[in-house]
């Protein structure tokens, strides 16, 4: 007479898991002075907003988990988003077996627990899909406030830029700014 039995095998993690999106572009930057006078007059409107200067010569700003990287050089911008959560998976998993005929019960525990981590493993795929879709949205909510930020420090940067031109061509005897119309008038006497 063969016995039958029942074996439940329960496995659990907690795992980190991160999500991340990263988007990069130039910003549009007028040749008026030589590069590294202009790269001078971005560092400069990026730190009035915050951004530090690394070792490399970057200039970062960090706001959570999102990290704002420039390149005063040659202009590159890179906007990075991470998410990072630490999530517990898991996975149960029922299995029967009889004493005098199929597996044993060694052999269908071990194959039970094998399925179980499959499930925490397919688990943690889709939390890291979830949390990539995270990184991804607030990476697009982030540019919205952005872009038009980096729109204010070129059109600075720019008009910084023709001053200093101006004033290496000759006497400046007049400047007028209109920062709603966004226009800019320098007369010079050469």
Not at 26 to 52: C, M, Q, S, V
Not at 134 to 151: F, N, R, S, V, W
């Amino acid at each position: 007479m063969s016995r039958a039995y029942r074996i439940t095998v329960k496995e659990s993690e907690t795992r980190t898991l991160k999500g991340s999106d990263e988007i990069s572009t130039k910003l549009e930057l007028l040749d008026i002075l030589p590069p590294e006078d202009t790269a001078t007059l971005l560092k400069g409107a990026l730190a009035e907003r915050g951004f530090k200067e690394q070792e490399d010569g970057t200039l970062i700003r960090q706001d959570g988990g999102l990290t704002v990287t420039v390149d005063p050089c040659d202009g590159s911008v890179s906007v990075k988003s991470e998410v990072s959560e630490s999530v517990g998976l898991e996975a149960k998993r029922h299995g029967s077996g009889y004493d005098d005929i199929g597996p044993n019960q060694s052999s269908l525990k071990d194959r039970l627990k094998e399925q179980a981590k499959s499930d925490i493993d397919r688990k943690a795929e889709q939390e890291s899909a979830r949390l990539q879709g995270q990184a991804t949205e607030a990476l697009e909510k982030h540019l919205d406030e952005l872009q038009p930020e980096l729109g204010r420090v070129v059109n600075k940067v720019t008009r910084e830029a023709l001053k200093q031109k101006a004033r290496s061509m000759g006497t400046v005897t007049e400047v007028h700014e209109d920062a709603e119309a966004g226009n800019l008038t320098i007369k010079i006497e050469v």
